[in-house]
């Protein structure tokens, strides 16, 4: 609710009558030539004081709709089957609802669909193979649900695919899910966190040469960083972190030409900081290449700093504070003189090492452009 809104008194919000399926039903009834239907943001609650009102099967009839948008609300129960009727929708964004059950929608008669979201609900099983027939398909936000399985093999069919984003499920095989990934030539967000828990880190992967940011955090990973990931040429985000990655940090990472936000925290390092990672030219240049990266309509990105906070929330990669975050590791020696070179860092997280810290007037952080720049060593 906006400020130029009127605020709705207790006993205002007791007056109002519960809507059900049944006058939802009706209400689309009466709209067959329909082509956006945007029911979000708590417009709908708005009107009822309770709301547990399932999404009605009666999306049959709807052949013009193009956009259904109606995240944000309490929407309850399955996925309507009719949706898979709407030859024509292009988005569907069912977010922050309550949705349960399994996605048994079929996909097939969806041709169109170039955004799914769904993030942020109760749904649960695997996903379903027919998805791989969108192949329009550019943005799938699936965080925050009770999937299971592995990656479906097909999904390599999704060619068009730029945006996949299903933190928080129950998720296995990583390496097979990155075997079939990687044959999407034009993935740019990649948003694994809290998923394949336990597992090895793949060692052999190729591909994602578009790939912009990665996120496999709190997975529980074991192995080395690997070194496919210096094949990812443009990559600007890297979020390792609270997995139980050993060994030493490659110095290979300081040629990641476009990497801005390195995250390696919460793991098992040893060693010292490389000095090839002070090379990191985004974070030396002002020239930086974060502007390349670009919303994914509106789906918010976040960072945890503990496995108990929310995270902060940005509203597009490039927002995020240039960093490097080494921190809770078995990092040793001491700082590299050269990380002074780093004119564009926000943040230098080094806290819960064995690092000393020693000789530090000898370089300089930031510069007037700054504005903000947070130092981390305790």
Known sequence: MDSCEESVDGEQQRRRPAVTATAMATTISLFPSLSFFFFT??????????????????????????????????????????????????????????????IDLNFTGLPSLG????????FSGPLPNSLADCHQSKILSLDKNNFTGQLPENFAKLQSLLFLSSSNNSFVD???????LQQCKNLTTLIFA???????????VSGFESLMVLGIGYCGL?????????????LHVLDLSWNHLDGRIPPWIGSMENLFYLDLSNNSLTGEIPTNLTELKSLISTNCCSSNLTSAAGIPLFVKRS????????????????????????????????????KQLHVLDLSRNNISWRDHAQFHFGDAELGIFRLVIQ
């Open 41 to 102: 943001f708590d417009r709908f609650t708005e009107m009822v004081s309770t709301l547990t009102c399932e999404l009605p099967n009666v999306f049959g009839n709807l052949t013009n709709l193009e956009f259904f948008i109606a995240n944000s609300n309490f929407f309850s129960g399955p996925l309507p089957l009719s949706l898979a009727l709407c030859s024509k929708l292009s988005v569907l964004d069912l977010r922050n609802n309550s949705l349960t059950g399994s």
């Open 115 to 122: 955004m799914l979201v769904l993030a942020s609900n109760r």
């Open 174 to 180: 990583l390496s097979r899910a990155l075997s079939v």
């Open 194 to 204: 809290m998923n394949f828990i336990g597992e090895e880190i793949p060692k052999n």
């Open 222 to 234: 074991k192995g080395h960083i690997p070194v496919w990931l210096s094949s990812c040429k443009k």
């Open 307 to 342: 496995q108990s906070s929310n995270g902060l929330q940005y509203k597009q990669a490039s927002s995020f504070p240039p960093s490097i975050s080494l921190s809770n590791n078995m990092i040793n020696g001491t700082i590299p003189p050269e990380v002074g070179r780093w």
